[in-house]
């Protein structure tokens, strides 16, 4: 059974750093991609950031030149490095782990951004 945990948000004030890391566990031959979704309070839920790894990513145009996503220091983990945070970035922010030919989603991590 896969499971996939986020972690790393909190409270930051407008113009700071987060690093978000995404933990997969229980895979059997490792993530191949990792998407990372944000969703506000009243808003869809968007896709900001993909990666494929172990290194081509892509980004939305809201975050572009602000978020970078990583492979993880720690063996299937994938990290985003967000910096210049906007209240506008306040969201839940949840993985979407692509491993075992199949898709796992966390519960997601919550990221205030106070102005």
């Known amino acids: 059974q896969v499971r996939v945990v986020e972690s790393g948000g909190g409270l930051v004030q407008a113009g700071g750093s987060l690093r978000l890391s995404c933990a997969a566990s229980?895979?059997?031959?490792?993530?191949?991609?990792v998407d990372w979704h944000r969703q506000a309070p009243g808003k869809q839920r968007e896709l900001v950031a993909e990666?494929?790894?172990?290194?081509?990513?892509h980004y939305a145009d809201s975050v572009k030149g602000r978020f970078t996503a990583s492979e993880g220091n720690a063996k299937n983990t994938v990290d985003l490095q967000m910096n210049a945070l906007k209240p506008d970035d306040s969201a839940i922010y949840y993985c979407?782990?692509?491993?075992?030919?199949?898709?796992?989603w966390g519960r997601g991590t919550q990221v205030t951004v106070s102005s």
């Open positions: 979407k782990a692509y491993a075992n030919s199949n898709v796992f």
């Open positions: 229980g895979t059997t031959f490792g993530l191949t991609a």
């Open positions: 990666i494929s790894l172990p290194s081509a990513t």
